[in-house]
């Protein structure tokens, strides 16, 4: 059986999968509501969904950083990983030891093509359509609760020390822009350093949105970041539900109303 995954690489499988190591962590919540948790043999330290999983499966590593020794023990049918989330580097070292699928996701409809692919990859099919309706059931709600807000002008910081925000061609600017959030760094590419005496200038601003991952902003950054603005609010916002792909997005839009 062939298979294509997301940057056009094609996967030739024997069989069904039933060794999965998912260097992925929204992905390996995905496999969970999928059906696949037996089959889930290794996950990475940021895997902290369900919390039980690394209680139960081999961590080999993170998303940047992997133990290729472990992965080898662990004799995996395939791996899964992520443009974004792995390496270049870590792609090639994994396959040469299995078949390696690399998603690559932008939009809510690469997020559900992904499902798809999953579903037909794990045999479960079935369970894929169930996640992919429910997602779509949300989006539409969402985009109905959406229609008559006002759009506001934001930046959504990812990190300090640099200061780096999110720009386009990235899935977190995708559900700003659905949210009626308007990027200020939309035109710069992927996540750039900002200059927050530049952002000063920006007297438009409405929101300055911190992200709970990959940097961990916390109450005291509020005040601090506020004071490179006119007029803006700063507000913490869960990073999960803007960034991380699969079936999160069932969670997510209810996230997104609380927000508005």
């Known amino acids: 059986m062939n298979f294509q995954d997301q940057i056009g690489r ?49 961590v080999v590593g993170g998303t940047k950083s992997i133990h290729i020794d472990k992965i080898k023990a662990l004799q995996p049918d395939i791996i899964l990983c992520n443009k974004e989330e792995n390496t270049k580097e870590i792609v090639q070292a994994c396959e040469k030891i299995a078949p390696t699928h690399v998603s690559d996701i932008f939009t809510i409809d690469d997020n559900l093509e992904l499902i798809k692919q999953y579903g037909n990859l794990f045999s479960v099919e079935n369970k894929a359509l169930e996640i992919i309706d429910k997602i779509n059931i949300e989006l539409t709600s969402f985009k109905e609760f959406i229609k008559q807000k006002e759009s506001k002008k934001v930046v959504y910081f990812i990190w300090k020390s640099p200061w780096m925000a999110v720009g386009n061609t990235t899935f977190i600017n995708h559900l700003l822009e659905l949210n009626k959030f308007d990027n200020i760094y939309q035109h710069k590419e992927r996540y750039p350093e900002v200059d927050l005496e530049e952002m000063k200038l920006n007297t438009q601003l409405d929101f300055i949105l911190l992200s709970s991952e990959p940097f961990p902003f916390k109450e005291e950054h509020l005040l601090e970041i506020e004071n490179f603005t006119p007029k803006a609010k700063a507000i913490l916002v869960d990073g999960e539900m803007f960034s991380w792909t699969g079936s999160r997005l069932i969670k997510a839009f209810d996230y997104f109303k609380s927000l508005h």
């Open 10 to 58: 094609i996967l030739a499988l024997e069989k069904t999968p039933k060794r999965i190591i998912s260097l992925v962590p929204s992905l390996t919540e995905l496999l969970i509501d999928l059906g696949l948790e037996d089959a889930i043999v290794g996950i990475t330290k940021f895997c902290i969904h369900p919390a039980h999983l690394k209680e139960t499966k081999t």
